[in-house]
């Protein structure tokens, strides 16, 4: 067996030192031959003892997307709820009319109310995803995920027989609360057993099958209401309590599924690592790479990197409480703060861009417009369709032109996108009140045009990228409650847009839409000035990413190129090319530091 000494450490204020501190700091290496498993340490039902690689990775993703549907869909189901007339009657927010031909058209007379209603699901979500990113880190990633599956199961049985407002608040914060522990551990799980140069082509599938929820919770009760003459699955002329009470219990499938599902699914490598559990996480490791010929070197080389950092990271003396995280506080030049500041921001941007307000509220835009109440409806829908294909865009491009540029040329589209739905909007109203059908209905359909053009580039950029980067850039001991900080900022973004939202549609009208729009362009000096690219870089980089001492991305990338230079075999899976052999360039694995073997 050889051994090697570290060329650095990193010391209590998380610098990179030299050789000579770190000489104590001796890692056993098996970097020339593969490791043989006498005894699988894994459960022979373990999907990863009958499937390995790519096959592997798409088990795992499709289990994750489970969740992700699941989130998808709660969040569609409620713009359908907010048009159910016995729902609006029950919980006592507004009542519905018949204006200009359209039954049932809702009248909301308390937007507070309503407003609440959805947002305290945001609540929910945010101690949620810190009560999930603790435990996570404390009890592993598949357990917590089985965890959170109940929850949520119990807060769509609230919701589903709710008799009243109070009654539905609290489930609402329940079912969210359920949430925020999936939201904060899934994309976690993903990214810990994806390849570093594909975690965003594997994320962007998944948050696909998030717009899929958003579409089946729209088509349900969209389908429900128009088949209502047919009588199909209704009573009372498509009016009752079922409009609105099986949509919510539907959600209760998907949950029951990844519940019974997940506990088939390897744990994170990494997170076994870092608990001690290492020959499970290198057997895992080697199932997700390959454990013949050319890739068990990779393999083995990234199980040294993870297993490096976490004793590295095991020798700080640094506060891992989330107060500790946000202050920044102890944690040296690891930077804390500063990436949760990152997250935070990046989600709550994600909202303020106008997908909350659209998502929720398109029909409400659509209204505006000059649709009626059936034909906004049906318009909403068509929208969803043309969101999840747009998903599809970001599969194929985000692991090719990386992060920032994703976000760059998506806050172009979509601000303009934004200032002109605004703008056919305002024309469309004027001739409404003019008297001219004609014009009123081709501006109406531009304004909807662009509504459509918003959702499409949204979905093809800043969906994915506000959940892919927060599981990305933190250390491996906080990995759960960094991602968890991520869903306070979608929790927060979210929960204050959705609140307002009903608010500005009712006070400002279309120019609700200028204020998301300015949001786009605001959005662009932002991710350029401080969010550095971690596209291609393996999670164990990201310290050096963020060991610069401002927050300007210019000196993010100097110093982790300066410190990778210093240190060519910090991350040695990075240094290995595709067919196993050693990159020259990026340094040996540290073969310079090899003596004879014993």
């Not at 159910?84 to 058209?105: R, V």
């Not at 729009?517 to 000096?525: E, K, L, Q, W």
Request: proline share 3%.
């Amino acid at each position: 067996m050889a051994r090697f000494s570290s060329p650095f450490c990193l010391t209590a204020d998380g610098v990179l030192e030299s050789a000579s501190l770190a000489k104590s700091f001796a890692l056993e290496t098996s970097l020339i031959a593969p490791v043989v498993f006498l005894d699988t340490p894994i459960s022979s039902w373990n999907v990863a003892d009958r499937l390995k690689k790519r096959q592997l990775l798409i088990a795992i993703n499709t289990v994750a997307a489970l969740s992700i549907f699941f989130f998808g869909y709660d969040q569609g189901m409620m713009g359908g709820v907010n048009n159910a007339k016995d729902y609006i009657d029950l919980m006592k927010f507004g009542h519905t009319e018949t204006i200009n031909g359209s039954p049932h058209t809702p009248v909301i007379t308390d937007s507070l109310l309503q407003g609440g209603i959805v947002s305290v699901y945001y609540l929910g979500t945010l101690i949620g995803a810190l009560f999930g990113g603790w435990v996570g880190d404390k009890i592993g990633r598949i357990k917590s995920i089985a965890l959170g599956s109940v929850w949520g199961v119990i807060g769509a049985a609230l919701q589903c027989s709710a008799q009243n407002h109070v009654w539905m608040i609290f489930a609402r914060l329940v079912n969210g609360f359920g949430t925020g522990i999936l939201n904060a551990i899934v994309p976690v799980w993903a990214t810990e057993t994806a390849e570093h140069t594909s975690r965003g082509q594997f994320i962007a599938i998944e948050f696909t099958l998030n717009i899929f929820g958003v579409v089946v919770a729209y088509w349900l009760e969209l389908l429900e209401l128009t088949t209502a003459s047919s009588g199909l699955a209704f009573i009372d002329d498509g009016v009752s309590a079922f409009r609105w009470r099986f949509p919510i219990a539907f959600q209760i499938i998907p949950l029951l599924i990844l519940f019974a599902a997940v506990w088939f699914f390897p744990e994170s490598p990494r997170w076994l690592v870092k608990m001690g559990h290492e020959e499970e996480a290198r057997y895992i490791l080697g199932r997700l790479r390959g454990d013949e010929g050319e890739d068990v070197a990779r393999a083995e080389a990234e199980f040294q990197d993870i297993k490096h950092v976490a004793e590295l990271e095991r020798t700080l003396s640094y506060s891992t409480s989330y107060f500790s995280m946000f202050t920044g506080r102890t944690t040296g030049k690891l930077h804390l703060g500063r990436r949760v500041e990152l997250v935070v921001w990046l989600q709550i941007m994600q909202e303020w861009v106008g997908i909350a307000g659209v998502t929720i509220y398109a029909p409400t835009i659509f209204r505006i417009a000059g649709f009626d109440a059936m034909k906004s409806q049906w318009i909403s829908g068509l929208n969803n369709i043309f969101y999840m294909i747009s998903t599809l865009i970001c599969v194929f491009t985000l692991d090719r032109i990386g992060r920032r540029w994703t976000l760059y040329w998506g806050s172009t589209g979509q601000g303009i996108a934004m200032f002109l739905a605004g703008g056919f909007a305002r024309l469309a109203i004027n001739a409404t009140e003019a008297g001219d059908a004609s014009k009123a209905s081709r501006y109406g359909a531009a304004a909807a045009a662009m509504i459509f053009i918003f959702t499409f580039v949204f979905g093809a950029t800043w969906l994915t990228v506000p959940w892919l980067y927060p599981a990305e850039i933190f250390p491996l001991a906080v990995r759960g409650k960094g991602n968890a900080w991520g869903v306070v900022g979608w929790s927060v973004g979210n929960g204050w847009l959705t609140l307002l939202c009903p608010v500005m549609f009712d006070s400002i009208g279309e120019k609700t839409l200028y204020i998301f729009a300015i949001s786009n362009v605001i959005t662009i000096p932002m991710v350029w000035a401080l969010y550095p690219e971690s596209n291609q870089r393996t999670l164990e980089d990201m310290d050096l990413l963020f060991a610069a001492d401002t927050p300007w991305t210019w000196d993010a990338e100097r110093t982790f190129t300066q410190l990778k230079n210093e240190n060519p075999d910090f991350a040695q899976a990075a240094a290995q090319l595709k067919g196993g052999k050693l990159d020259e360039e990026m340094g040996k694995l540290g073969v310079q530091e090899l003596p004879e073997k014993e």
